[in-house]
Each structure stands twice: as C-alpha cells, then as structure tokens.
C-alpha cells in the first residue's frame, strides 16, 4: 500500500501539506482533488521520485511499476502504434533481449524468453495497442502514422495511450480527459473502471471522477484529506463539515463575544480583576476556528444581450468539409432565441465542421445559411487560446476590445474571472491553459452575444470554473449550439441533442445515458465487422438496397402528391358545380318557369347551365388524366 506518515510537501518557502497522515490501499482508485496551486502536480512528482518530502514518511512498494502521461511528445519518426507499445517496456525489452539471443543463436535463452512473452500475453500486444488506439479515437489509418504527423492534442492522447499500455501497478492520470472528446471520455472511463491497480487521478470532469474513483484525497488549507465515495459523495460530505464547522464557528464568537463583554466591563475594576484576567487567558487559549466558506473565486454572469432575432440563425440543405472529402450534407437547422443545443458524435464525425460552418468561418459548399439581422456571435474555438496576444495582459485585451469603458470597470469585470491585482495586467503569455480559457471567455461574453457557439469550453478550467461556467449559462437568455466532453455541463445547460453521424445531422431522441448505450453498440458493430468483412460487407451492400429503396419510395411519393392534390381540388369543385347543374335542371324542365313572372330570367339561367356543363366536362375529363397518372406511378 501507500502509506503516509505525518507528511510535509514544501516547494521553496511555500508549504503545500502539512501533517499528512493516510493509507492508499492496493486496487484503490482515488480522485486527488483541491484548488489550483494546492499541491496536486506536487503530489505526483513525489509519489514519482522526483521530489522528496521535508518531513514525515511516504511508503509504497520498491517493485510497484508506475505509469503516467509524458507532457511532451518529440517529433519522432516511428508509427504510432510503435509509440504505444514503447509504454510496456518490459516488453520491449525482451523483445531486444530476444533478437539478441537470436544472433547468437542461444537456443535456451530464446525458449525462456518466449515463455515470458508468452505470460505478459506479449504475443497480443500489437492488438491491445491498437484497441487503446481505437478508444482513445485514432483510425485504422493512423495506426502506422508518424508521430510527427499528430498535432498537439493528438500527440498528447499517444502519451495517454503508452501509459495505458504499461503493465502498471500505480497508474497517475493528471487531466487525462482534457484533450478528449466525449466518446474517448466514455471510452476510457469503461478502461480505468476495468483497471486492476492503484489508480490516483487529477480531473475537473466531475461525472467522469464518479464513475471511476472510489475514494477523494482533497487538499485545502495544506491538509491532505480522505474521504471514501465519488466526487459527489464528497461533495455532500464536505458540505456537511463545513456547515458543522460554521456553526461551531458561530458559537465560539458568542462565547468570545461573551467574554470580551466581560473583560471589557470588569478589567479596570479592582474586585473583579482576578476573574477577568482569568477570561483573557481563556480567550488566548480558545482554538479559533476559521469561518466556514465556499472558496470559489469565481463570480460572472452573462451582459444582457438585448433584443435577439428570431430565428437567430438558419441552414437548410447545407454541405460542409473539403472539395475532394466533404464531412457533412443535406443538414437543416433553425436556431432560436432562448434554444440549448448539445451535439453528439463521435470522433471525426464532423461536430467542429458543424460549428465552423455556424460561426461563418467555413462556407457551406451546397445549401444555404441564413443569418438573423441584429445577429450577435459569440464563438468559443478550440484554438481560442492562440488568438490571445502573448505580450498583452487581460486588461489590455479588455481596453482595446471596449476602449470606451472605464478601466476600473473593466478590472471589476475581470476580478470575477480570478483576475485581481497584478494579476490583471501581467502579459498572458506564461499564463496556464486554464488562466488563458478564462480570459477567452471573458472575452467573449464581454461582447453581450445573442448566440453562443461553444467548441469544448471547459478545456484547462478547474471544477470551480466550470461551475461557475455552468450557473451562468443556465441564466443566458440567448441561443446556445455548444460541443463538450463535460457531461456534467451538457446536462445542466443543453435542453435538446442532435446527433452528428454518417455525414448527416438529426434530432437525438435520449439523453447523455442513451448516447452511451448508443457509442457501445456502434462499437460492437465496428468490432463485429471488423471480424467478418465479408459479412459487414453484405450488411452494407443490403443497407444500400434498403437506403435506394427508400430513396425510389420517397420519389415516387413525392411525384404523387402533387397529383392527388389537384385531384381533391377537382372533387371538392365538382360537387358543388353538380348539385347546382341538378337543380338548375329541374328549374328549366318546369313549363310554368316560362309563362310566370321569372320568364325574364331564363336567358340567364340558360347560360348559367351551359357554362356549369362545360366546367363539369373539363374536370370530369381531368379527373380521368389524373387517375391514369396515378396508376402509372405505384404507391409502395
């Protein structure tokens, strides 16, 4: 196990643990969590080897093998699925020691060495890195890819795939989810659940800490914490401390208060002089416990953003992506004022092209899209960060986007991203990832959008960021198409799903649980054709036939509709024109029509018969088209 005995963690002058004193036990899996700055990157370096406690003992087993995620990732020239398999590295050696062996044919070492390839289930190891591959979102293409070919993001879930494919007994995950979309995310939450080791994760995704972790270790006020559940268990927990705390707090200021009163009245008197010195050293001894507090730093909301159009924005048969590899086609989509779209898909599916396509940096290649007048847009990007200036501070971004404000106002606004003093107007570029997000979206929403386009905002930011971020766009008034991997946000925010799959965009009929259900079974369905091509083939090939039959349906429809419609026309014409024919008729066959006072009329009615006649002929003769028409175009 790991063990802690009243453990100190200093870095220069500043303490960041004090006393730690706690038991990690073989098989856990625990959430390390607290504020940024807490200690937590610390942690890990000493649970590493690479620091070293100033007081106190930290246990752990000298044979336990540990993996993490590498944070840089060179340019290297070997495939990707190369890369992964470097994470188990006693694989790799026996298979160096195994070529050796094998120049020198050794025939005794080469039989050994096979028997251990053979327990590390080293003959299926290729298989295994390419399914962690697979998980973590990469093709089938990909797999003998250069590394240097992967950008960032990329390179960074190959680092997460090598420590995944390391035979570890300790497994630290700092972040893992951050460069993830949201089926990786469910991917690797299965993965960790099925994992056999000790397990000590850093995550802000709070739905991805519960489904994994069994146990939180908190750091807040240098100590160092246990609490067993997931993050929502200790959520409750803490909240219960700290309201136990509060109140405690609360009685000892009546009591302090109680005794300074005393003090204070007595002190100069000399018959009580005794008793209220006796009460100032009660006071001196008193434990003062600090006043209990939600430690957020955070407090922003979205500027009023006025009066909105309706729609906000449209696209009606609209294609998206790239001359030779178009991603997405026939889409329609109207958004509203006040609408809270979430979209879903799996990776590469075409959910960035969609918001692109949305923000008007991508021009549709067919279609339409529409814009409101008095449109307002707000576009959170991926790439956000990169428009930032390195040399400018959040101030000076926030003066040369509204240069009529005053700047006071303007450092208000900021200290609600945790942007205070210096802080304020030092340049951004040594920023962290979650400082730089933050003053993104400051950004952003200092512009008082009506439409808020959102490509995985919570990248970098901290669980206090995100609930913020949460709480705020609950109260947003204007429309919302927002991608994310943070289902905890997806839920809170998003009031409808649409699905982004097979080139095309639809309504998805479910929540986030359904999309899960839903990512298991088009995996299953890749793993099953994968097995059997011939028969996936088949499937596709009665797929076609099924799509061109409906296809041939939905034309035939389409050229029948407009018949049977100028049909009922015919007929609710024709029934009129009859019963009015019939009577006149009747009226003209009657002898005393002719001698009575109406004889005058009779030219009139005469012409009115004819004129009825030779309408009930034509549509009677168009009646008869139409039916041809029809008969020659079947309904199923």
Avoid at 318 to 342: C, F, N, Q, V, W
């Amino acid at each position: 196990m790991i063990q802690f005995r009243n453990l100190r963690l200093a870095r220069g002058v500043k303490t960041l643990i004090e006393g730690a004193s706690l038991q990690i036990h073989p098989g856990w899996k625990v959430g390390l969590t607290g504020a940024n700055g807490c200690g937590k990157s610390s942690l890990f370096g000493l649970l590493r080897g690479e620091l070293h406690q100033d007081a106190g003992d930290l246990e752990m087993p000298a044979t336990w093998t540990i993996a993490h995620v590498a944070q840089e990732t060179p340019a290297l020239s070997c495939p990707a699925i190369d890369y992964a398999l470097d994470g188990d590295t006693e694989l790799r050696r026996i298979e160096a020691a195994l070529t050796k062996a094998e120049a020198a044919h050794d025939g005794e070492e080469i039989g050994h060495l096979h028997g251990r390839l053979q327990e590390i289930g080293g003959y299926a190891a290729r298989a295994r890195a390419a399914a962690l591959l697979d998980g973590l979102g990469f093709k089938t293409a990909d797999l003998e890819r250069p590394v240097a070919d992967f950008s960032g993001g990329w390179r960074m879930r190959l680092n997460l795939a090598q420590a995944l494919m390391c035979r570890s007994d300790l497994l630290l995950l700092d972040e893992p989810t951050n460069h993830l979309d949201l089926d990786a995310v469910i991917w690797l939450e299965q993965w960790l659940t099925d994992y056999r080791g000790t397990l000590v994760l850093i995550s802000h995704d709070r739905d991805f800490l519960d489904a994994v972790v069994n146990q939180i270790a908190h750091i807040e006020g240098q100590r160092l914490t246990l609490y067993a559940g997931g993050y929502s268990d200790f959520e409750r927990q803490r909240a219960e401390r700290l309201s136990q705390q509060q109140s405690m707090f609360e009685k000892q200021q009546r009591e302090r208060a109680h005794l300074q009163k005393y003090v204070d009245r007595f002190r100069a008197k000399a018959t009580k002089a005794r008793q209220a010195q006796s009460r100032i050293k009660a006071l001196e001894r008193m434990e003062t416990i600090a006043a209990a507090h939600i430690d957020t730093p955070f407090t922003f909301s979205f500027r009023e953003c006025g009066q909105a159009p309706d729609p906000l924005l449209q696209i009606e048969d609209a294609a998206a992506g790239y001359a030779d590899a178009p991603i997405l086609s026939g889409m329609k989509l109207t958004i509203r004022p006040g609408e809270r779209i979430g979209l879903l898909g799996r990776n590469g599916a075409g959910k960035s092209t969609l918001i692109k396509l949305l923000s008007g940096g991508l021009r549709p290649s067919a279609g339409v899209r529409r814009e409101g007048k008095g449109l307002e847009m707000g576009y959170f990007a991926q790439h956000a960060l990169e428009s930032l200036r390195p040399d400018e501070s959040p101030l000076q971004h926030m003066l040369r986007l509204d240069p009529q404000t005053r700047e006071q106002e303007l450092r208000n606004y900021l200290g609600g991203f945790d942007f205070h003093g210096d802080m304020a107007t030092t340049p951004c570029g040594p920023f962290s990832g979650g400082e730089k997000s933050r003053l993104a979206l400051a950004l952003l929403i200092w512009h008082k959008p009506n439409l808020l386009l959102l490509d995985e905002p919570t990248n970098h930011l901290d669980l206090e960021m995100r609930h913020a971020l949460t709480l705020a766009l609950q109260d947003y008034e204007g429309g919302m198409v927002i991608v994310s991997h943070d289902r905890a946000l997806l839920r809170a925010t998003c009031d409808r799903f649409l699905l982004v799959d097979g080139g095309r965009l639809s309504p998805f009929d479910g929540d986030l649980d359904d999309y899960k259900a839903w990512l298991a079974q088009q995996r299953a369905a890749d793993a099953a054709a994968s097995q059997c091509p011939d028969r996936a083939a088949d499937k596709a090939s009665r797929k076609a036939d099924r799509e061109t039959a409906a296809a041939d349906r939905q034309a035939r429809l389409a050229a029948r509709r407009p018949l049977l419609r100028e049909l009922e026309q015919l007929e609710k014409k024709l029934k009129p024109w009859s019963t009015e024919k019939t009577q006149l008729d009747e009226r003209l066959a009657d002898p005393a029509l002719y001698t009575g006072p109406e004889a005058g009329e009779v030219p009139r009615l005469l012409k009115r018969q004819a004129e009825l006649s030779g309408r009930i002929d034509e549509a009677e003769l168009r009646w008869l088209e139409l039916h041809e028409a029809l008969e020659a175009i079947p309904a199923d």
